[in-house]
């Protein structure tokens, strides 16, 4: 199915939207013709993003959030669904990274990973569903990563959380589907975003995203498309789907080479 078909007219809240993956999820929903209310905490950058989009002005809407306040996150919602008369599309997307080795990690970094990238989707859902419900269908999008599909190694908080969200979308899914209320969650790869810079607690700092990531514009398409198929997981890019597919049916190899880059990334560590 064609996005521009799917999206069109249609009422879509996306959190996380003021950079990478949920600032381009924003600009092709726009472009095929949705009405997007554009969520974040970071007031500054989402007013930036808003601006860049004002061709759409009618359309988009921005709303400062945070995703670890449910309050927020239940008034963002309620009032996108009442502006534009039902919620069609949540695309719960906030969400932080969190390399790092296990003996660094506090009970504070582990609070923060959870409040944001797992309470923050449940606040989401908990909010969508009854009105959801209430108009006959809709559909949840949550992200999640690779890493919620394959154990990286030296991201034992950051897996947590992911391995988490898709859990709990293939739960929803297969719970929700008979009443006509769609689940995917997407599970990227790399992708270039102000997330490689962004640690789970402290100041950011600029950081390259690596070589190897893709366009978040490029993501957007492929998450989209997903979306419109009604896809339960999507993966992306095609590399990320042959190491899923791999993993699940290769796994001594799979751990093998899991095993290796584990132990490359404590001889960098050590070397620092």
Not at 56 to 75: C, F, L, M, W, Y
Not at 196 to 205: A, D, L, N, S, V
Request: with cysteine; hydrophobic share 45%.
């Amino acid at each position: 199915m064609q996005i521009e078909e799917y999206f069109r007219n249609k009422g879509c809240v996306v959190t996380g939207a003021a950079s990478g993956i949920g600032l381009a999820i924003s600009e092709v929903l726009l472009q095929a013709g949705a009405v997007v209310f554009m969520a974040d905490r970071d007031t500054k950058m989402l007013a930036s993003a808003v601006d860049e989009l004002a061709a759409h002005a009618g359309r988009v809407h921005s709303v400062n959030v945070d995703v670890t306040n449910p309050e927020q996150v239940k008034q963002l919602i309620q009032d996108a669904a009442s502006r534009h008369g039902r919620l069609d599309f949540l695309f719960n997307n906030a969400g932080i990274g969190g390399g790092m080795p296990i003996g660094e990690a506090t009970i504070e970094h582990w609070r923060r990973i959870i409040d944001i990238n797992l309470w923050g989707v449940i606040y989401g859902v908990h909010a969508a569903i009854p009105i959801m419900r209430h108009q006959g269908g809709g559909h949840i999008i949550n992200t999640a990563s690779l890493s919620g599909l394959i154990p990286i190694p030296f991201q034992a908080l950051y897996n947590t959380t992911k391995y988490a969200v898709v859990g709990f979308s293939e739960s929803l899914r297969l719970e929700l589907v008979d009443e006509g209320i769609q689940v995917s969650v997407v599970c990227p790869s790399a992708v270039v975003s102000r997330i490689w810079g962004t640690p789970i607690i402290g100041e950011r700092q600029e950081v390259k995203s690596p070589d190897y990531a893709i366009p978040s514009e490029e993501a957007a398409q492929s998450i989209l498309v997903g979306v419109a198929n009604k896809r339960g997981i999507i993966v992306l890019p095609e590399y990320a789907v042959q190491m899923w597919l791999q993993y699940r049916t290769s796994r001594e190899s799979s751990e093998k080479l899991l095993l290796n880059m584990a132990r490359e990334r404590r001889k960098a560590l050590q070397s620092t």
